[in-house]
């Protein structure tokens, strides 16, 4: 008698536990495929930001390359320009001033 209540408390536990075991793998599994779905919403997310950071690094050069074809006519004005084109003279006290 005393060994068939052993055998049946060591199935019980044995019982108990593999029933726990599959429980907390199963847990696992969902909490896995929760995990892979997050990952893949913020893949996307993250792929929606890359393409409007490059949209707006496309943007950026076009408008750079616009405004850089001006730059010949900066170099012109800055060639043109002489000192004396900033000084003035009081003929009076003959004491140059820079405008």
Do not use: C, P, W
């Not at 055998?7 to 075991?21: E, T």
């Not at 429980?23 to 930001?49: P, R």
């Amino acid at each position: 008698m005393a060994l068939l209540s052993n055998i049946l408390l060591a199935f019980i536990v044995l019982a108990g536990a593999g029933a726990y075991a599959y429980f907390e793998y199963d847990k696992a599994q969902k909490q896995k495929v929760n995990v892979a779905k997050q990952m893949e919403d913020k893949k996307k997310m993250m792929q929606d930001i890359l393409k409007a950071i490059i949209a707006e690094v496309v943007d950026y050069r076009r408008l750079y390359a616009k405004h850089d074809s001006n730059f010949t006519n900066v170099t012109g004005f800055l060639a043109d320009l002489s000192s004396d084109s900033f000084i003035a003279v009081n003929e009076s006290n003959k004491v140059r001033t820079v405008l």
